[in-house]
């Protein structure tokens, strides 16, 4: 009934001609009472009275029979909702808020959306596969488990070129009627801890190596000393002292590693002494000079009228120079000439240089000279008493001073090392304090 009803009210919204009729109909019985009351006081006179009532109520009646504009009927008076765009939008926020990588799929393996340092790590448009640049089975094979219905599934994967990194990918559905049909793909980098992993174990296997020689060394000296040279004096002095220098290398070896791991723990906090350079170095070439003197290398010092003042700990820069200059005097012996140089560095920051005229060093091994147990040549290394510690102990000193070291060589030119400091208005305002006190 209320369907025929609101059925019959929308046909009068569309004929107002229709409308007047049925309003017309509804009142003739008023129209013909009327009619017979006007017949009826004709009689008496006033017709005209009479008559302006009627065509008042006839008037009234087809005022209210058509309406000024078309009633308002429901698809009109609600407006639609809006297109459906928030899940969209939603799931651009939610990937835009990861500290990772992360692509969104279709159920097709179609990038349909990437954040920020996805598009970094892999220049994947929205709209092209991802197999276009992902191209490992293990990736594909997990994300058509997961595409099928399958649970959330993680995998790791390599990339060789244009240099080797290691990935751990993770999937899983996205599904709901008001988001739709997706897979997120979250991208994980492992290639900083595997090389982490792979320093931890060749430091390792590095320095069990470094101390297996002198022990075995002196093991073997001790059991001959207990037997067949047990009365032979000259054999036993000879014996001591290869085991002594044995025991000094170990020696040295520890105390390298023990260093080393003492700055590796403090590596992140700065220091806060202010340090004069040019007497450092110039306290470091008087004591070095015997050595120097030995090897036949002359040290020329070039240092600044003033002071060359930088925030460090003493005691740790004198070690990084100690290692420069006493590296250059033994590695760089066939070149006869040592120069250090300290420039106050008045727009890049003080500068210590090192710079010897010895045989050089290849291309190859300059990326790599500040590594653990990292040895040009072992023999020699072992010759001058090396530990091939000391230039990975100069790196993380650095670090923790906020210096940088550069360094340049060709073959048979020689090798210059450089320690940039920053300037003192990179520094804190406490820093600063004490730069200028």
């Known amino acids: 009934m209320a369907e025929a009803g609101s059925a019959h009210a929308d046909d009068r919204a569309q004929s107002p001609a229709r409308h007047v009729v049925e309003r017309l ?3 003739r019985w008023l129209i013909v009472s009327l009619a017979a009351a006007i017949g009826l006081l004709y009689l008496f006179g006033l017709v005209g009275f009479l008559g302006g009532v009627l065509a008042f109520a006839v008037t009234t009646v087809l005022i209210g029979a058509i309406p000024l504009s078309a009633p308002p009927t429901r698809s009109t008076a609600i407006a639609p909702p809006p297109p459906a765009t928030w899940p969209e939008t939603s799931l651009k926020l939610f990937a835009e808020a990861l500290p990772d990588p992360c692509f969104v799929l279709d159920r097709r393996g179609i990038v349909r959306y990437a954040n920020a340092d996805a598009s970094a790590a892999f220049p994947i448009k929205p709209g092209d596969p991802l197999t276009f640049r992902l191209r490992a089975p293990e990736v594909t094979a997990a994300f058509d488990r997961v595409a099928k219905g399958g649970g959330p599934e993680r995998v790791e994967f390599s990339e060789r070129v244009p240099t080797e990194r290691w990935f751990a990918a993770w999937f899983a559905g996205l599904e709901s009627p008001a988001i739709g049909d997706f897979v997120v793909m979250i991208l994980d980098d492992l290639s900083e801890r595997r090389r982490i992993d792979r320093i931890r174990v060749d430091f390792v296997a590095n320095a069990s190596h470094e101390l297996r020689t002198p022990l075995a060394s002196l093991a073997g000296f001790i059991e001959t000393l207990q037997g067949s040279a047990r009365d032979d004096p000259d054999a036993r002095d000879r014996f001591l002292a290869i085991m002594h ?10 105390n390298d590693l023990l260093s080393l791991s003492r700055i590796e723990l403090k590596v992140h906090v700065r220091p806060s002494d202010s340090v004069d350079l040019a007497p450092i170095v110039s306290h470091l070439t008087d004591s070095l000079e015997p050595l120097a003197r030995e090897l036949g290398v002359t040290i020329d010092t070039i240092l600044p009228d003033g002071e060359v003042v930088v925030v460090g700990d003493r005691d740790e820069l004198i070690q990084v120079f100690e290692n420069l200059i006493e590296n250059a005097i033994k590695y760089g012996q066939s070149g006869k000439r ?10 890049t920051g003080p500068v210590v240089s090192v710079r010897d005229y010895g045989p050089g060093i290849a291309e190859e091994h300059l990326p790599r000279l500040t590594e653990r147990f990292y040895r040009i040549d072992v023999e020699e290394s072992r010759q001058h008493r090396g530990t091939g510690l000391g230039l990975a102990i100069v790196k993380h000193i650095l670090a923790r001073h906020g210096a940088r070291m550069a360094i340049e060589s060709r073959p048979g030119e020689g090798a210059l090392f450089s320690v940039t400091f920053p300037q003192a208005d990179s520094l ?10």
């Open 25 to 27: 109909g509804d009142a």
């Open 245 to 254: 220098d044995q025991a000094t290398r170990m020696s040295r070896l520890i």
């Open 338 to 347: 040592v120069v250090v140089t300290v420039d106050p560095g008045l727009e």
């Open 428 to 437: 804190t305002d406490v820093e600063k304090i004490e730069y200028y006190q």
